[in-house]
C-alpha cells in the first residue's frame, strides 16, 4: 500500500443536505482524494529515484533489476469512516435499522468504486476503497464535526464506552452487537464490495466469555457469512484473560 487517504462520510451527509446531491458531493471528495493518492505516488517516486540513498534506500534496493518495492504498481487506498453515521444522517435509520439504511450504504460505497476504477485507469494508478477502521481517525472527525457541523453531528455522534470521547463507528462497522450473526452478515456484505482487504470486528466484553462461544461464533461467522477475516477486540482496558 503507498497511501491512504481517509473520506468523513458524515460531514460528506451534512454538507449535502439532501439525498438528490449527496452523490454528487460525495463523487466531489473522492476525486480530491483521488488527487492526493497521485501526489502521494510522485512524491514516492521521487523517494525511489535516489536508489540506495535517502529515507526508503531499502525499499529501493534492487535485485535482479528489480526493486523491492515498486511505488507505481503500489495499491492506493481511498479510505471512508462513519460510514453507519452517514447513513442515520440521510435517512433517520442506523446501518442495522432498515433495509432502505442498507441499500442506501451499498449505493454510497458503489459509487465510491465505480468513481476509483474510472480514475484508476485514467491516471495510470490502481486506488481501491477500504474502511478505516482506526478510532483515532473517528474521533477526531466527529470533534472536528461538532464544531464545524454542530447541530448536525449532535444528532449522529456516538461515545466512546470507555472515555466518552465523541465519536463516529469507525470504517464501515455498525453499532450492533457484532456478536449476532446478523450483525456479522451484514458487515461482510459491505466488506465484500471494496476491494481493500477488510477484518470483522468481534467485541469480546467479558472475559467471562467461554472458548464454546468463541468457536461458535468464528464456525457460525466463517460458514454462514462472507466473512474473510476477523480480529477480536477487547471492550475494556482491564480485563483478565486468564480464564479464556
Keep these: 500500500v503507498g497511501g491512504v487517504v ?3 462520510l458524515p460531514r460528506v451527509a451534512y454538507e449535502s443536505k439532501r439525498v438528490e446531491t449527496l452523490f454528487g458531493i460525495l463523487a466531489a471528495h473522492a476525486r480530491v482524494a483521488f488527487a492526493a493518492l497521485v501526489e502521494k505516488r510522485n512524491f ?17 534496493f ?9 511505488p507505481h504498481h503500489a495499491r492506493y487506498v481511498l479510505g471512508v469512516t462513519g460510514l453507519n453515521e452517514c447513513v442515520q444522517h440521510m435517512s433517520g435509520e442506523e446501518l442495522h435499522g432498515s433495509p432502505a439504511a442498507k441499500e442506501c450504504a451499498h449505493a454510497l460505497l458503489q459509487l465510491l468504486c465505480d468513481e476509483a476504477e474510472t480514475f484508476s485507469a485514467q491516471e495510470q ?3 481501491v ?11 477526531r472527525f466527529a470533534r472536528i464535526d461538532l464544531q464545524q457541523h454542530s447541530d448536525a453531528a449532535r444528532s449522529v455522534i456516538k461515545r466512546d464506552a470507555i472515555t466518552r470521547d465523541a465519536t463516529y ?3 464501515v462497522c455498525t453499532t450492533r452487537r457484532i456478536h449476532s450473526i446478523d450483525g456479522i452478515d451484514l458487515e461482510c456484505q459491505l466488506h465484500t464490495q471494496m476491494d481493500a482487504a477488510a477484518t470483522t470486528p ?4 467479558s472475559s467471562d466469555m467461554t472458548l464454546a462461544t468463541i468457536e461458535a461464533i468464528i464456525e457460525d461467522a466463517l460458514t454462514r457469512t462472507k466473512c474473510r477475516a476477523m480480529r477480536f477486540v477487547c471492550g475494556r482496558e482491564q480485563m483478565d484473560f486468564q480464564n479464556l
Design 125 to 127: 494508478i490502481r486506488i
Design 6 to 8: 481517509t473520506l468523513n
Design 62 to 70: 534492487r535485485y535482479r533489476s528489480r526493486a523491492y518495492a515498486d
Design 202 to 205: 468481534i467485541a469480546i466484553e
Design 169 to 171: 463507528t469507525p470504517g
Design 44 to 60: 514516492l517516486e521521487r523517494l525511489f529515484a535516489f536508489g540506495g540513498v535517502g529515507p526508503l534506500a531499502a525499499l529501493a
Design 129 to 139: 476503497v477500504g474502511g478505516d477502521a482506526s478510532a483515532a481517525c473517528a474521533k
